[in-house]
C-alpha cells in the first residue's frame, strides 16, 4: 500500500467511522480522515462521488438527520436535490466514504463500510 492516498471522509463520533478506523488501524493501513462537522464538505468533491457512484448511495436515509427532514425535502428526491441537502446537513452523507488512490480516474471509492470491500479494494492496491 506504500505510495497509495487513502482518506476517510465522515463523522468522528459515529460508530460506523469507528468501526472502519478499528479496521484500518488494526491492518496498519495509513489513512488520512476528514471530518464534515469540523472541516466541511465540499461542493465539487460530492459532485465528482455523484459522477463516481451515483447520488443514490451517497445519501444516508436510515440515519436520524433524513427523517427528520421535512416531509418535502424527502419525497421527489433527485440529484440537483439531493446535493442540496446533503451540503446543508453533511450527516446525510452515508459514512464512511473511503478514497484510495487519488484524482477521480485513478482512485476507488467505497461507500459505507464493510470488512470484505475494504479488504477486497486494499488488496487491490
Not at 77 to 102: F, H, Y
Request: net charge positive; proline share 4%.
Amino acid at each position: 500500500m506504500s505510495g497509495v492516498t487513502i482518506t476517510m471522509y465522515g463523522i468522528k463520533n459515529c460508530d460506523t467511522i469507528k468501526k472502519a478506523r478499528a479496521w484500518l488501524d488494526a491492518r496498519g493501513v495509513a489513512y488520512q480522515f476528514h471530518d464534515y462537522k469540523t472541516a466541511g464538505l465540499d461542493r465539487n468533491q460530492l459532485e465528482d462521488w455523484t459522477r463516481e457512484v451515483g447520488w443514490e448511495p451517497l445519501v444516508n436515509r436510515a440515519g436520524t438527520t433524513f427523517r427528520k427532514l421535512a416531509d418535502a425535502d424527502k419525497t421527489n428526491l433527485d440529484e440537483p436535490k439531493a446535493l442540496a441537502l446533503m451540503l446543508a446537513n453533511p450527516s446525510l452523507v452515508k459514512r464512511p466514504v473511503l478514497a484510495i488512490g487519488s484524482g477521480a480516474k485513478s482512485r476507488r471509492l467505497l461507500v459505507g463500510f464493510s470488512p470484505d470491500a475494504y479488504a477486497d479494494a486494499l488488496a487491490s492496491k
